[in-house]
């Protein structure tokens, strides 16, 4: 990893599914994001959060299915396992 995951203070996990999911965020909250052990195929869309750490998973639809939009801090993928898919 080039550089470290921001400093979470209290995250929240948020779990996905393979299929769509949309999350509206506090903005003052850090978040830390864990993909399914299976590809992902549905939208993932996130608005708001402070520092968001994403772990693990694969996201098929690149094009469509993936838009994050932090409130303010900072986004981190950090790949636990070697099939990773970058964004």
């Known amino acids: 990893m080039a550089w470290s995951p ?5 995250p ?5 599914s393979t299929g769509s999911n949309y999350f509206r965020l506090d903005n003052q909250r850090d978040y830390i994001v864990k993909y399914p052990s299976s590809t992902k195929i549905g939208q993932l869309m996130i608005e708001g959060g402070r520092n968001i750490t994403i772990i693990g998973g694969r996201q098929r639809n690149y094009y469509q299915g993936f838009f ?5 801090g900072l986004i981190k993928k950090v790949d636990r396992t070697s099939r990773q898919s970058h964004q």
Do not use: G, Q, Y
Request: neutral net charge; aromatic residues 0%.
């Open 68 to 72: 994050i939009r932090p409130a303010e």
């Open 12 to 16: 929240i996990t948020l779990t996905l």
């Open 6 to 10: 921001p400093a979470l203070s209290s």
